[in-house]
């Protein structure tokens, strides 16, 4: 149930004007004032949650149109002198090739480009990496699961010869034999 408390302030009455009718007047003002900024609150979050999502597609759009026009637009590409190294080309074409060049590219055992230990593509430089590392991590685990499994074993085979020995030495099989009598 709603609950509504109205303060009504009543400067002057009017000498043919009705208390009831300015009371019911001021009430019903009271209500319509706090009815209509309860909504109009609602309406001006909505309004503005609203235009954000708009203006936040549209500069979406327009950036991505902007940036696909400047990736896929056509130019001739030069050298410092002035040279025209590549004709009628984009940055997108220009992003392959250099990708391709690096990828292509000798490198020695550390990545490292130059040098007369530059014997392998940095792409095969890569790969042989990963797999060493992949192989080294592989190998580490077989390892140390070898090893805990020897080491146990071991423990089992140290106790078992230990237990036998001891039982030996203090005569257990004589201990747990009874001289039962014979029945007659």
């Given at each position: 149930m709603a609950r509504i408390s109205v303060e009504i302030e009543l400067d002057w009455l009017a000498e043919d004007g009705d208390i009831d009718a300015a009371?019911?007047?001021?009430?019903?003002?009271?209500?319509?004032?706090?009815?209509?900024?309860?909504?109009?609150?609602?309406?001006?979050?909505?309004?503005?949650?609203?235009?954000?999502?708009?203006?936040?597609?549209?500069?979406?759009?327009?950036?991505?149109?902007?940036?696909?026009?400047?990736?896929?637009?056509?130019?001739?590409?030069?050298?410092?002198?002035?040279?025209?190294?590549?004709?009628?080309?984009?940055?997108?074409?220009?992003l392959v090739k250099r990708l391709d060049n690096f990828l292509e590219e000798k490198v020695d055992g550390y990545g490292k480009t130059g040098g007369y230990q530059a014997n392998q593509t940095r792409f095969d430089y890569l790969i042989n990496k990963n797999i060493d590392h992949r192989f080294k991590a592989a190998l580490d685990d077989a390892v140390a699961k070898v090893k805990a499994g020897l080491e146990q074993h071991m423990r089992d085979t140290i106790k078992q010869q230990l237990g036998d020995r001891m039982a030996e030495l203090i005569g257990l099989d004589k201990l747990t034999k009874l001289q039962l009598p014979e029945a007659e």
């Open positions: 009371v019911k007047n001021e009430i019903i003002n009271g209500i319509v004032h706090r009815v209509s900024a309860g909504i109009e609150k609602q309406v001006t979050e909505k309004v503005r949650e609203r235009i954000e999502v708009e203006i936040s597609d549209r500069l979406d759009e327009k950036v991505n149109e902007i940036t696909d026009q400047l990736l896929n637009r056509r130019f001739d590409m030069t050298d410092r002198y002035g040279r025209i190294v590549a004709e009628n080309t984009s940055v997108v074409d220009q």
